[in-house]
């Protein structure tokens, strides 16, 4: 599952081992279409990878934090760390295949 | 949602030859792009080298093609298509904001001649600060400072657009003729050199000055291939086919000159004809499953 937080519930993501946070907006073409293969991934990687999504609307402060200025940004955060980050929508085999690069 | 059997993308010889193949073979089709055809067709001044054509112009090769469309009954849907997800077992096709997407099982992308190289600074800063879409990414720019370069009258429409949202746009267009836009944007005849900026793209340098900006939008009629579709292979700014047009994407298959050299009409058709072919065959063997 895929966790959506607001701004107040950011420490979530930071107790994660190893987490993605999902900047998203309900007006986003690519939001709504990566938003699936998200779920999907949770669903696989249940226990391994923490998955969170926030609307950049809803949480404006958490956006500007990390700078966000487009939609979708992926950022992956290692011990409440970001350890790297992914723009724009990318198809399932290969949003697998970087987030289990992040795993080994 | 209706899903379509096939989506086309291009309406140049590639495209249109695998329409026709399509509707030949019973499938449901969607054909985007330009409703007065590509204008590779209708700029050509005389073609020697088109089977059942000879000596024609561009302009009456444009309408023998629109001849042959309509006696097959194939509609065309107007516009540009901005995006399109490779969603694993369907593909999603947008052409505007949130709601103008259409689905498809198979896609064959026929959009011809990819760009060879854009604006300094352009690859760096897609997707921080630069965007091929104003309709689909105007909100982020509410109450910014914004700058469109327009390469045709179109894009005009999209610039107005965005002034509803942001605080300026300015408006630089890439072609001679009269500029009719919003009030509140203001129209810059100069020629864009260079993106440049730091973490984002803040300055667009141009021959004739340099503009402080928050969002830049780069508006062509053509988006390089693994822009338009994340995920896809090139090979060099061509995208990379198979003998059967496929791409590595499956489901997805390429015709024309977006799979490289030589740049004809006819090799243009042929491959639209085995690219319809092929995604026929990949709907065949899907639904045997
Ligand atoms: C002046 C001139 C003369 C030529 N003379 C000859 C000749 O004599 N003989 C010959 O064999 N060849 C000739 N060519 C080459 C020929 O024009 C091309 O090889 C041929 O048009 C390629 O067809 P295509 O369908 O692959 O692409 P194109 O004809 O380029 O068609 C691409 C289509 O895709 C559309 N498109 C692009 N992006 C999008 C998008 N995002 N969404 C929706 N639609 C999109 C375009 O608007 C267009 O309709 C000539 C070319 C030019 C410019």
């Known amino acids: ?104 | 949602m209706k899903r379509y059997d096939i989506a086309i993308i291009g309406t140049g010889p590639a495209g249109l030859e695998a329409a026709l193949t399509a509707q030949a073979r019973n499938r449901s089709l969607l054909l985007i792009g330009p409703d007065g055809l590509s204008p590779k067709i209708s700029k050509a001044d005389s073609i020697r080298n088109y089977l059942g054509l000879p000596d024609v112009s561009g302009p009456a090769m444009r309408a023998a093609f629109l001849e042959h469309l309509e006696s097959a009954g194939i509609r065309i849907t107007g516009g540009q298509v901005k995006n399109i997800y490779a969603m694993g077992d369907y593909f999603a096709v947008q052409t505007g904001g949130i709601d103008s997407m259409y689905e498809a099982e198979t896609l064959i992308l026929a959009t011809g001649l990819p760009l060879s190289k854009g604006l300094p600074g352009e690859d760096r800063f897609l997707g921080r600060g630069v965007s091929y879409c104003a309709t689909c990414d105007a909100a982020l720019y509410r109450g910014k400072k914004t700058a469109v370069i327009g390469y045709t009258p179109k894009e005009e429409g999209e610039a107005d657009f965005l002034s509803e949202l942001a605080d300026e746009v300015l408006y630089f267009p890439q072609y001679s003729g009269d500029v009719r836009t919003a009030p509140a944007v203001k129209v810059i005849r100069e020629k864009p050199v260079e993106i440049a900026g730091e973490k984002s793209a803040r300055i667009l340098k141009t021959d004739g000055g340099e503009y402080e900006t928050d969002g830049i939008f780069i508006l062509r009629e053509t988006i390089a291939p693994d822009k338009l579709m994340p995920g896809l292979e090139l090979e060099g700014n061509h995208v990379k086919v198979g003998p059967r047009m496929e791409t590595n994407i499956p489901g997805c298959f390429a015709a024309g000159d977006i799979t490289g050299p030589p740049y004809q009409y006819i090799k243009a058709a042929g491959q639209g004809n085995v690219a319809a072919l092929s995604a026929a065959a990949f709907l065949a063997a899907k639904q045997k499953q």
């Open chain 1, 1 to 104: 599952m895929v966790k959506v937080i607001s701004e107040a519930e950011y420490g979530q993501v930071q107790e994660c081992p190893l987490a993605v946070l999902d900047f998203s907006a309900t007006w986003c073409g690519p939001c709504k279409m990566i938003a699936p293969i998200l779920e999907k991934l949770s669903e696989e990687m249940k226990g391994k990878v923490g998955f969170f999504k926030t609307d950049v609307d809803a949480s404006p402060g958490l956006a500007a934090r990390f700078g966000i200025q487009n939609i979708p940004t992926l950022v992956i955060l290692k011990n409440g760390e970001e350890a790297g980050r992914e723009m724009g929508f990318k198809p399932e085999p290969l949003l697998r295949s970087i987030l289990e690069g992040y795993l080994n």
